[in-house]
């Protein structure tokens, strides 16, 4: 069992940056592709950066994606923020070889905003 906490988000103008921090406890953090998703009102989760698939080409040159495995976190580092990236964020971790071990945060609210 992984259970992940975010953090970091926030209200930030046009331009401006955040960078979320998702905490995972449990074992074997390692073992896990980590992602980060956010969904937007009325839209669909989208894939926005993996540490295994790279990113989304809307987020390309702006976001990264890292890992600290001595800490079980990632982060997403978000530059160059635009309105259209706001949205909740959500971390996922899923495990590279085993089916079904697929874990969700419960998501960090980022508005973009002047």
């Known amino acids: 069992q992984v259970q992940l906490v975010e953090s970091g988000g926030g209200l930030v103008q046009p331009g401006g940056s955040l960078r979320l921090s998702c905490a995972a406890s449990g074992s074997g953090f390692s073992s896990y592709a980590m992602g980060w998703y956010r969904q937007a009102p009325g839209k669909q989760r989208e894939l926005v950066a993996s540490t295994n698939s790279g990113y989304a080409d809307s987020v390309k040159g702006r976001f990264t994606i890292s890992r600290d495995n001595a800490k079980n976190t990632v982060y997403l580092q978000m530059n160059s923020l635009k309105p259209e990236d706001t949205a909740v964020y959500y971390c996922?971790?899923?495990?590279?070889?085993?089916?079904?071990?697929?874990?969700w945060g419960q998501g960090t609210q980022v508005t973009v905003s002047s």
């Open positions: 996922n971790a899923r495990h590279i070889l085993l089916r079904g071990y697929d874990y």
